[in-house]
C-alpha cells in the first residue's frame, strides 16, 4: 500500500471514530437529558395525585376533572390499587397499556421502565398510586437525532476524506520528485536536483534541502574519483614511462656484455653507464614510492618545527654537495610552525636540488624564511633564467619538465610536485614567481 493511500485511510479511520464518538455522545446524552426531564415531571406529578387520592377514588364522575387538577398533561397514565377498591385506571387522552402497569411495576419508589413506559410508584395511606409516562416520544426524539446525526456524519465523512486525499496529494508532490530525481540519479544524471518547495521550513522543504545537498556531495565525490582514477592513470603511463629509458638502457648495455661485443676491461664507461642508470632508477622508485604514501596518508606528525633551523640545515647540506655555488640563508632567530620535521626537509631539499638541476654551476641562491602575520613564507630564489606565467602553472604537476633550455640537467619531474603535496598537506600554498618558489605555512 502506497504511503499516499496509507495516509488518507488514516485520516478517513480517524475522522469516522471522531464522528461516530461525537454521534453516540449526542444521542446518549440527549437521552438522558429528556429520561431526567421525565422523571421530574413524573416525580411532580406523583405528588400532586398523591395529594388527591381520596377524590380520584371516590369520585369516579370527576375523574377527568380531577386529572386535569393534577397536571395539564393530557399523556399521563394514572392508577391506583386498594384492597377494598382493587385497581383504578384513570388515563388522560393516552392509549391504555394491554395490561395495567401496576402489575407489571417494581414497589421501589424511583422511576423505572415498565412496558414501554416510565412510571414512578408512591403511597398514600392504604393506597398505592402509578404514574407513568409513554417513552415513545422520548424514543422518536432519539431516533431522529440519530438519523440526522448519522446522514451529517456521513457526509462530513466524505468530504474530509476528499478533502485529505487532495491535501496529501499536494503535499508529498515533492517526494515523487524525490524519488523521480533518486532514479535519474541511478540513470547516471548526476546534475538532477529536485524543485525547492514553496516553504523550506516544513519536513518536506528541509528533506528536500537535504536530498539536493546529498546529490551535490554524491556529485562532486564521483567527479573526485573521476579526477582521482585519470590522475591515477596518468601517473601510471608516465612512471611506465620514466622507468623504461633506464630499464632499456641497462638491458641493452647487459646483452653487450653478456655477448661479448663489449670487453668491461677495455670499456670502463659502461659500468659506470649501468650504474648511473640503476641509481637513476633508484632515486625515481623511491620519489615515486614518497608521492604513493602521500596519497594513501598524508603527514601524521604534528609537533613543532623551527623552519629557521630547517633552512639553515638544508642549506648547509646543499653547499656540502656543490661547494663553489654561493648559498645564503636568511632567517629570524626562531621561526615555530606545527607539523612533520622530515616532511618539510624534503621540501627544503628539493627546492635546493631543483636550483642545482636547473641553474648553471656557480649561481648565486638564497633561502629566506619570513614569518607573516597569518603564518610562515619560505622563498627559495637563485639567478637564474626563471619561469614564464605558462610554465609556472604547470610546474608543481607530476612528470613535468620545464623547457630544456632551462634545465642543466636531467630529472623525472617530480621534486616540485612532492613539494606540493607536502606543503597542501600542512595547509599552506605554493607557488613560483619568475626565478623564485615559495611556500606558506600556518603558525604554530
Known amino acids: 500500500m502506497t504511503l499516499r493511500r496509507s495516509l488518507v485511510l488514516v485520516v478517513a479511520a480517524l475522522t469516522a471514530a471522531a464522528l461516530l464518538i461525537v454521534t453516540a455522545t449526542a444521542v446518549l446524552g440527549l437521552r438522558q437529558y429528556l429520561l431526567n426531564r421525565t422523571d421530574e415531571q413524573l416525580a411532580a406529578a406523583a405528588e400532586l395525585a398523591r395529594s388527591r387520592t381520596a377524590m380520584l377514588v371516590g369520585n369516579p364522575e370527576l375523574r377527568g376533572e380531577a386529572i386535569r387538577q393534577v397536571v395539564s398533561v393530557t399523556d399521563y397514565v394514572i392508577e391506583l390499587r386498594s384492597a377494598a377498591a382493587g385497581t ?16 407489571q411495576a417494581r414497589d421501589t419508589g424511583v422511576p423505572q421502565n415498565v412496558a414501554g413506559y416510565r412510571a414512578v410508584v408512591t403511597h398514600d395511606g392504604d393506597y398505592t398510586l402509578l404514574v407513568a409516562l409513554s417513552l415513545q416520544p422520548l424514543r422518536d426524539t432519539v431516533r431522529r ?26 503535499r508529498l508532490r515533492p517526494l515523487d520528485e524525490i524519488a523521480a530525481a533518486a532514479t535519474d540519479l541511478a540513470d547516471g544524471r548526476l546534475d538532477r536536483r529536485v524543485p525547492a518547495p514553496g516553504r523550506p521550513r516544513t519536513e518536506v522543504g528541509r528533506l528536500t534541502a537535504a536530498i539536493n545537498g546529498m546529490l551535490s556531495r554524491i556529485q562532486g565525490a564521483l567527479a573526485a574519483r573521476e579526477r582521482s582514477e585519470n590522475r591515477m592513470r596518468s601517473f601510471v603511463a608516465d612512471a611506465s614511462h620514466e622507468l623504461r629509458t633506464p630499464i632499456t638502457s641497462i638491458q641493452g648495455y647487459l646483452q653487450l656484455i653478456r655477448t661479448g661485443v663489449v670487453d668491461t676491461r677495455e670499456r670502463p664507461d659502461v659500468l659506470r653507464r649501468l650504474e648511473e642508470e640503476a641509481t637513476r632508477m633508484g632515486s625515481l622508485v623511491n620519489s615515486l614510492l614518497y608521492l604513493a604514501r602521500l596519497d594513501a596518508s598524508p603527514p601524521a606528525r604534528r609537533e613543532p618545527v623551527d623552519l629557521s633551523r630547517l633552512a639553515t640545515d638544508a642549506v648547509a647540506d646543499a653547499a656540502a654537495v656543490e661547494p663553489d655555488r654561493p648559498l645564503t640563508a636568511e ?7 606545527t607539523g612533520d620535521e622530515d616532511a618539510l626537509r624534503q621540501v627544503l631539499a628539493n627546492l635546493l636540488a631543483n636550483v642545482r638541476a636547473h641553474t648553471p654551476p656557480g649561481s648565486p641562491a638564497r633561502v629566506r624564511v619570513t614569518p607573516a602575520p597569518a603564518g610562515v613564507r619560505v622563498e627559495v630564489a637563485d639567478e637564474g633564467p626563471g ?8 610546474a608543481f604537476e607530476r612528470f613535468w619538465r620545464a623547457d630544456p633550455g632551462r634545465s642543466a640537467g636531467g630529472g623525472a619531474g617530480l621534486g616540485l610536485a612532492i613539494v606540493a603535496d607536502v606543503v597542501h598537506a600542512h595547509g599552506g600554498a605554493v607557488g613560483i614567481d619568475g626565478s623564485t618558489v615559495w611556500f606558506t605555512l600556518p603558525g604554530s
Open 145 to 170: 437525532l440519530l438519523l440526522v446525526a448519522g446522514a451529517t456524519s456521513l457526509v462530513v465523512l466524505v468530504l474530509l476524506t476528499l478533502i485529505a486525499r487532495l491535501l496529501v496529494r499536494h
Open 331 to 337: 632567517t629570524p632567530a626562531e621561526c615555530l610552525v
Open 387 to 394: 619561469m614564464d606565467p605558462a610554465a609556472a602553472a604547470h
Open 88 to 103: 383504578v385506571r384513570v388515563v388522560s387522552g393516552a392509549p391504555l397499556p394491554a395490561k395495567p402497569l401496576l402489575e
